[in-house]
């Protein structure tokens, strides 16, 4: 398709407006992290690495990571193996209801997030009996996570069919064989794909962990908003942000790269 000068001009005014409006408050919080300013006058008058070796020094900061660390691993972990079970009943088995199955697996992501946790809350609570804490935080964290699964490993199989699949079963191979050999190998970048999804939406998940995770349990989401208004910690709060925006680039630019080669039919 050709597009008119002026209209090429429009389009990449449009892209530099929407990138300035992501990327620019993203670039404050950064620099603010080496403001000297605890108060963060801006622009900066001086910058100062002195944030930065409080927030490696704080307690509350890395037990908050480590804890969201582990609940994203445990989370994705879980989302793997439901979200991939449910793409296999539904890619490769036809019987009734298929459709609002599928809907029903994919209607987490789609709920509000509030309304998601007020849900998960009430039946850990009143319907299971079950105290709320890490335990439950996983849980609810998978609710949502599986869908991400779900959604790439469906995706793949719909792609690949079972061509592959009935040829090693007539060579001989049996379930498991043809699994290990033939089908995991053609998942592989989508289940990554996938689990990298996963863990970065797990990770800073505020909303859903608040009604779920309990007063014990604090999730590094959960410590940013606690200390985002304490003066002492605001400066800190930004180096924490700082870290995770380098940091986040790695998992969505490996998953934007796995997508895009099954995108392109490599398997």
């Keep these: 398709m050709t597009l008119s000068r002026p209209t090429r001009v429009v389009l990449l005014l ?7 409006v992501v990327y620019i408050p993203l670039l404050v919080v950064v620099v603010n992290s080496f403001n000297v300013d605890a108060t963060f006058a801006w622009p900066p008058d001086h910058l100062t690495t002195e944030w930065w070796s409080k927030a490696i020094d704080n307690t509350g900061a890395r037990d908050a990571i480590w804890t969201s660390v582990k609940a994203g ?47 998960l809350n009430n039946a850990f609570r009143t319907v299971i009996g079950i105290e709320l804490g890490f335990v439950t935080l996983v849980i609810a964290h998978a609710t949502f996570c599986i869908v991400v699964v779900f ?26 064989t043809t699994f290990r050999l033939v089908t995991f190998p053609m998942l592989r970048s989508a289940l990554l794909a996938g689990g990298l999804l996963a863990f970065a939406l797990s990770f800073d998940e505020i909303i859903v962990t608040t009604f779920t995770a309990g007063a014990e349990i604090q999730t590094l989401p959960i410590w940013i ?43």
């Design 14 to 20: 449009a892209l530099i407006v929407g990138l300035a």
């Design 73 to 119: 691993l445990l989370a994705t972990l879980v989302a793997l193996i439901l979200g991939t079970l449910a793409a296999f009943a539904l890619a490769r088995f036809r019987f009734f209801g298929r459709d609002a199955v599928s809907l029903l697996v994919i209607l987490p992501i789609a709920l509000p997030g509030i309304v998601t946790g007020i849900a």
């Design 151 to 176: 959604n790439n490993v469906i995706a793949r199989l719909r792609r690949l069919g079972g061509n592959f699949e009935e040829a090693s079963m007539d060579l001989g191979a049996d379930t498991f």
């Design 225 to 267: 908003f606690n200390n985002l208004f304490r003066p002492n910690q605001a400066p800190i709060v930004n180096v924490v942000g700082s870290a995770l925006i380098v940091l986040s680039v790695i998992p969505i630019y490996l998953a934007q790269r796995l997508s895009g080669e099954t995108s392109g039919g490599r398997l």
